[in-house]
């Protein structure tokens, strides 16, 4: 693939960007200086550098980010920061979305990606992907409370109750639940029908992929082949996490 090509796919700017960026001294493929825009590279694990930024080509982008709370999952936010304003211009030049949704006032997990299917495969219901949230509630929890969630509550525009899959306490005020909709604002209103309120809320994992510890509100990291491998599984609903 000539490299002004290899370099607009991974969202570096318009194909005569790109040229006049070669052009003007200013890429390096494997630290050699490449001046001619129409040079041919076999992309694959391809590393380039523009002007002092480092890159590696990526067929498909998948990321994460450590969602704060205050940001918008909305192209064009209303009352609040969007998330893409988290993520730097190439992204969002090769036109990553959001994988489902978070509310604003929710933090943790979000994934990205330009890869349609792979956006489908992670908010499709028929997949029942698990995602997992920590919760504060308002109230004291009770037995009663996760009974509730994990055989079913009915919310309004339901046809049918949606259940927990997994759903224990964390401490008075804080479970742990997992659930496989994503439908909107899910956990709080089964919460709210169960009988009780969030107060706060925090999606920790999906799948068997856990949010990484040293990954700070705000930051965001690309996803490995076993990151992605972690996603597709749901290996904790057979565990007693
Ligand atoms: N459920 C909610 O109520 N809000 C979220 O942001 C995610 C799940």
């Not at 036109?95 to 997990?109: H, P």
């Not at 890869?115 to 992907?129: A, E, M």
């Not at 109230?139 to 049918?160: F, M, R």
């Amino acid at each position: 693939m000539e490299l002004f090509r290899i370099l607009q796919s991974q969202g570096i700017g318009t194909r005569r960007d790109c040229h006049e960026l070669i052009r003007r001294r200013q890429v390096w493929v494997d630290a050699e200086l490449v001046t001619d825009p129409e040079r041919d590279f076999s992309p694959d694990g391809l590393r380039f550098s523009v002007a002092d930024s480092a890159f590696e080509y990526r067929a498909h982008a998948y990321l994460v980010l450590h969602k704060p709370a205050g940001y918008e999952c909305s192209r064009q936010p209303r009352d609040h920061p969007g998330v893409f304003s988290l993520l730097p211009d190439y992204l969002l030049r090769r036109g990553v979305q959001s994988v489902g949704r978070l509310d604003q006032d929710t933090t943790g997990l979000l994934l990205f990606s330009d890869d349609g299917r792979f956006i489908h495969d992670h908010t499709s219901p028929k997949k029942q992907i698990g995602k997992t949230y920590q919760v504060t509630c308002k109230h004291d929890y009770s037995a009663a409370l996760i009974e509730q969630l994990l055989a079913g509550v009915q919310l309004h525009d339901e046809p049918l109750p949606l259940r927990a899959r997994l759903c224990s306490a964390l401490s008075e005020r804080r479970l742990t639940l997992t659930i496989q909709e994503g439908k909107y604002h899910q956990v709080k209103r089964m919460i709210a029908a169960a009988g009780n309120r969030v107060e706060a809320l925090h999606r920790s994992a999906i799948g068997a992929y856990a949010l990484p510890d040293d990954l700070a509100p705000g930051a965001w990291k690309w996803l490995t082949e076993s990151d992605l491998l972690a996603l597709k599984s749901n290996s904790q609903f057979s565990s007693n996490h």
